[in-house]
């Protein structure tokens, strides 16, 4: 076998940190591009661009080291690829919402024309002995488009969001293409247990295949190794970023502006699959319950709007502004209002600041993948004086983080009940939780994650095909 000598990344957008300890990037770009600079390799994926007819010209840049390969999609790859397929059909369908599904056949051809696009203008730049490393939804059919270009290289795929059960994938028509397309990896890695065990289930019950003697599934008439890696933090960054003076000046803002008050914190894109709707309800119930805690509390909601050109987002945002606006002006005094919502985005260090701020992080979606902001709030807690996590069970992150408060975010009683315990929990408590969770943290970090995906890659190509 020919030494293994680049890495390729291959993700929708491509993304870079401009500095090498920004911490305006997110952990996983920091831990791809450290990768990809010891591998000497690239990243390659879309420029974010749309042009009127398509050209598959590439445009190449360093970016802090990074090599950087991108293309530009046209106008109907953009509706129907992007907006379409990724985040009108696979992202709800994945997430549990097939009420929220879009099942259009020319979306899922816009999908595959797309990834063919890719294909096409990825294989010239192959290399004997290079690992590619695919990640995400968009993204599933692009091992097969290789294949079929004649790409011999060991390719893995790694699904950020979670699989659905069986049940709700047969929903989507062309089921079986979806999956079977992922047998063309070498390796698919998954966020949890639970989501292989979802597919798993799909590929044993629904596509007749079967497990071989050294743990590969069998389908298709062909095998892939499937495993599950749970993404960590950029975890020794972001404690960095947490003692920063732009984190410390945050802290102070925040600090000041809840004086006297316990702030409650949630932060994420908004997105149905968070949770917004449900906890602001069962923060409601809170309010409701705790007659003493009123005005005690502050609940501070970071939710920048994301996706607004598909439809669901438009009515989330105004469901969820209506509610805010409902439950403050039900609520509020002159000098006091319960919600603070907040629809912008901010630096991961400022944000490291805020959740030290906070006595709570309350972090509750209906459905996530892993979910990073339960991390980042545990790690950027006071170690002398932490605060405590409510994590959903919901979330791939509850399935290491034992710790947390884990609730079911469906349930506005449970939500209430587990904001009135994490605010009066001793302090030899939450800090017995917090430190078992960052142990947990600073032993699976992201680039743990990157590295053991690396390895399996390697290593599934060397074992029996
Ligand atoms: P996301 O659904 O985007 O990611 P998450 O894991 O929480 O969710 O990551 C969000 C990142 O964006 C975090 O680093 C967070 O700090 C940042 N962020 C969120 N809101 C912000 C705001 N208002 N301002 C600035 N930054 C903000 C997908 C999957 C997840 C999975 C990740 C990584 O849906 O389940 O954990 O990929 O695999």
């Known amino acids: 076998m020919a030494a293994i000598s680049r890495l390729i990344v291959v993700s929708n957008r491509v993304s870079p940190p401009e500095h090498r300890k920004s911490g305006a990037a997110g952990g996983l770009a920091v831990a791809v591009a450290a990768a990809l600079r010891q591998y000497s390799g690239f990243w390659f994926g879309w420029s974010g661009q749309t042009i009127e007819t398509f050209t598959g010209e590439l445009h190449t840049r360093r970016v802090n080291d990074v090599e950087v390969v991108t293309l530009d999609l046209e106008d109907a790859d953009y509706q129907e690829y992007y907006n379409g397929y990724a985040n009108g059909t696979l992202w709800p369908l994945f997430h549990y919402r097939i009420d929220l599904t879009a099942y259009e056949r020319s979306f899922g051809e816009g999908y595959e024309r797309v990834n063919r696009r890719f294909a096409a203008a990825l294989a010239p730049l192959v290399q004997p002995g290079d690992l590619i490393w695919v990640h995400d939804y968009h993204l599933i059919p692009l091992g097969r488009a290789l294949r079929e270009l004649g790409v011999t290289n060991p390719i893995g ?231 405590v996590l409510v994590l959903s069970r919901f979330a791939g992150a509850a399935r290491q983080m034992h710790e947390a408060l884990i609730v079911n975010p469906f349930s506005r009683e449970e939500l209430a009940d587990a904001l009135k315990r994490a605010l009066a929990m001793e302090r030899a408590e939450r800090t017995r939780r917090w430190e078992a969770l960052m142990d947990g943290l600073s032993r699976t970090d992201v680039h743990a994650w990157r590295d053991d995906f690396v390895a399996a890659l390697k290593a599934a190509r060397d074992g029996p095909a």
Do not use: C
């Open 157 to 387: 795929f790694f699904l950020h969001i979670p699989w659905p059960a069986p049940q709700l994938l047969t929903t989507l028509p062309r089921h079986r293409q979806l999956v079977e397309a992922l047998f063309s990896y070498d390796l698919l890695g998954l966020q949890t247990d639970e989501w292989l065990s979802a597919f798993e289930a799909y590929v044993l019950g629904e596509a007749g295949g079967s497990r071989e003697a050294d743990g590969r599934l069998r389908a298709f008439g062909r095998s892939v190794r499937a495993q599950a890696f749970p993404i960590g933090l950029d975890f020794g960054d972001f404690q960095k970023f947490a003692r920063s003076r732009t984190a410390d000046r945050a802290y102070d803002r925040m600090a000041a502006h809840s004086a006297f008050r316990a702030m409650i914190i949630g932060v994420e894109r908004l997105d149905y699959s968070k949770g917004l709707e449900e906890r602001l309800a069962g923060f409601e119930k809170f309010l409701e319950d705790n007659p003493d805690m009123v005005r005690k509390v502050l609940y501070l909601q970071i939710a920048p709007t994301s996706r607004e050109e598909v439809e669901a987002y438009q009515d989330l945002r105004a469901r969820i502004w209506a509610l805010a606006g409902r439950i403050n002006a039900a609520w509020a005094d002159m000098d006091w209002a319960p919600i603070q919502y907040v629809n912008r985005t901010y630096s991961r260090v400022e944000l490291a600041g805020v959740y030290r701020a906070a006595r709570v992080g309350l972090v509750t979606p209906l459905r996530d993948g892993m979910n990073l902001v339960a991390k980042e709030y545990v790690a950027a807690q006071d170690p002398s004086d932490p605060g």
